[in-house]
């Protein structure tokens, strides 16, 4: 994703950030409290429990574990739960919060 703006007030208003991914046109904005007392997010409270992003085929999930190696961020691994024919790759963002890459598998026609 590419950075299509970066908004730091620095005077005690929120920080924003908007990120665009150039391919699809998705754009995910970021907000940053100043009020927020630092503590790491937990799924057991009410709020967030995890944000998933979609992938159109199962090797992307290879790609992204691959990606996120040569970052240094830790992941479970790709996930293939008995109870689904789906995947997942899963990792937490610097305050904790459970994201996901999810792949659907087809359904049997």
């Not at 944000?51 to 992307?60: H, K, P, Q």
């Not at 992941?75 to 739960?81: A, Q, R």
């Amino acid at each position: 994703m590419e950075t299509k703006y970066d908004f730091d007030p620095g005077d005690g208003r929120p920080h924003y950030i908007c990120l665009t991914e150039p391919q699809s046109g998705l754009v995910l904005c970021l907000v940053g409290h100043p009020a927020n007392t630092g503590e790491p997010f937990t799924e057991f409270h009410t709020g967030l429990d995890h944000l998933e992003f979609l992938v159109s085929a199962r090797e992307d999930l290879d790609r992204w574990a691959s990606h996120l190696d040569r970052l240094g961020i830790p992941h479970s691994g790709i996930n293939d739960p008995a109870h689904t024919p789906n995947a997942m790759l899963t990792f937490r963002d610097p305050d904790n919060i459970q994201l996901e890459f999810f792949w659907r598998a087809p359904t049997p026609t």
